[in-house]
């Protein structure tokens, strides 16, 4: 029987999981580190009958060990990094992000792992123009790239984003998913904004003294011929 299934691995519930996979449920995968600490994926999977109805389950251990070695050491290097990065599922749930997301947004990571990525900070990463991108990179094999957003953030406020984003292919259980890189560009455009709001702003400037300077032109010339017909006037009366 099922209760009587006793691997030498440390799963507590691994009864009541190969009963919910007899039972038609799909367990997520789970990494399992074993006593010589070495990582292998645990995945538990229906065993069909050859009548094709489900009559027991599999256990399945896939050595990850090296993988897992390298995801470790590829994680302490994107937390490194001063850019927030976001690693999507392909249906954009949020696998992982790090420490420059979570401060410049103000989430925590328990409130953002394994939720979509629009459900985030109350709904405000739910971006049209970003939504449109985002759902294309994977269908589509396309890239995002330098993505400008001017959006207002409940907790931070408004913020101008550049967003890059491409397909990163992963081992299982992750398969597909997306790098987002997000640079805060907030300062830097507000400053370019202001640079084009002064160049305008010299332009009329520069327009009205033109103005200015061609009536006072048109005012001279006609007082000079309003001058000069009264000294001919004056002197045709002589």
């Not at 919910?20 to 997520?28: E, F």
């Not at 070495?38 to 995945?43: D, F, K, M, V």
């Not at 256990?59 to 470790?72: G, M, N, P, Y």
């Not at 009329?204 to 006037?233: D, K, P, W």
């Amino acid at each position: 029987s099922i209760s009587d299934f006793k691997p030498n691995i440390d799963v507590p519930d691994l009864a009541e999981l190969l009963r919910s996979v007899i039972n038609g449920k799909q367990p997520i995968p789970r990494d399992l580190c074993v006593s010589e600490g070495r990582w292998y994926s645990l995945q538990l999977l229906p065993y069909r009958a050859p009548s094709g109805q489900v009559d027991g389950a599999l256990v399945v251990l896939f050595d990850i060990h090296s993988t897992k070695l390298a995801c470790e050491y590829a994680e302490a290097i994107v937390d490194t990094v001063r850019q927030p990065l976001v690693v999507l599922s392909k249906d954009l749930t949020l696998i992982r992000a790090n420490a420059a997301f979570y401060q410049t947004f103000r989430i925590s990571k328990e409130d953002a792992e394994n939720r979509s990525l629009y459900d985030l900070g109350d709904g405000a990463w739910n971006i049209p123009e970003l939504r449109e991108r985002l759902e294309k990179i994977l269908p589509q094999r396309q890239e995002l790239r330098d993505l400008e957003v001017d959006h207002e953030f409940p907790e931070i406020g408004h913020k101008t984003l550049h967003i890059n984003g491409r397909e990163i292919l992963q081992p299982p259980p992750y398969g597909q998913t997306i790098l987002l890189v997000i640079e805060d560009v907030t300062e830097r455009a507000g400053r370019q904004r202001e640079e084009v709001a002064t160049s305008e702003r010299r332009l009329v400037a520069e327009r009205v003294l033109r103005e200015t300077e061609a009536e006072l032109a048109r005012v001279t010339r006609a007082f000079a011929l309003g001058e000069m017909a009264t000294s001919i006037a004056h002197e045709v009366n002589q």
